[in-house]
């Protein structure tokens, strides 16, 4: 894991113990070393998740609870990011594009290069979408959204007051969860502190 913190460091990156993260004035994105259960003693199989922690969505889900640079991938929106996949079977399990494997067959030395090669593109991935409301617009432009969709939108749109685009979100996210009424609670909480949010741009 040497390699990947390596790799990270000159995008901004700093971390240990499997845990890099980047943090900005818009929040902090992450990537986290998990290591997969389907594991054995000639087979260690890992991922490497990704998430985008925008500040909006920190305060949100954990106001001062914690600070942000203590985020994990857990924390992250997960809506347009996700785990770090390989293009060369070889070095996955199974059908798992996503599910890295190393074994005493390995080559190690391609691994390692597709491994950094595919890592790199997904940070880079997530310096894009942390960039000042790159989320919400790829989120916007989506031709079909769902209840994760919207939730994130609602959230990050409130930061920046009430707009039309707000109140289309809160109507978005009130249709995605119409057959849901465990969520009605959730949502109209939601909904009811986002209207009132009044942050300046």
């Known amino acids: 894991m040497r390699d990947v913190g390596a790799a990270l460091r000159p995008m901004g990156f700093r971390g240990s113990c499997g845990v890099w993260r980047l943090a900005t004035p818009e929040g902090v994105a992450v990537v986290q ?3 997969s259960q389907s594991s ?6 890992f991922y490497l998740n990704t998430a985008v922690v925008p500040t909006a969505w920190w305060n949100w889900k954990n106001g001062n609870v914690r600070p942000i640079g203590k985020a ?3 924390d992250g929106i997960r809506v347009l990011e996700g785990r770090v996949t390989c293009s060369d ?3 996955t399990d199974q059908c798992f594009a996503d599910r890295w494997r190393l074994t005493a067959d390995t080559d190690v030395d391609q691994l390692r290069a597709d491994l950094l090669a595919a890592l790199t593109q997904a940070a880079g991935r997530l310096v894009g979408l942390l960039e000042p409301r790159a989320y919400i617009d790829e ?3 989506l031709p079909e959204r769902q209840w994760g969709h919207w939730q994130a939108l609602v959230v990050l ?7 039309p685009d707000l109140h289309a979100a809160c109507a978005g996210l009130r249709k995605a969860t119409a057959d849901r009424p465990k969520a009605a609670e959730h949502v109209d909480r939601l909904i ?3 209207l009132a949010a009044h942050h300046p741009d």
């Open 40 to 45: 054995t003693w000639d087979a260690k199989l």
């Open 192 to 194: 009811e502190s986002a």
């Open 157 to 163: 749109l409130a930061e920046h007051g009430p707009s």
């Open 139 to 141: 989120l916007s432009a």
């Open 89 to 91: 079977s070889r070095h």
């Open 33 to 35: 070393k998990q290591g």
């Open 72 to 74: 994990r991938e857990f």
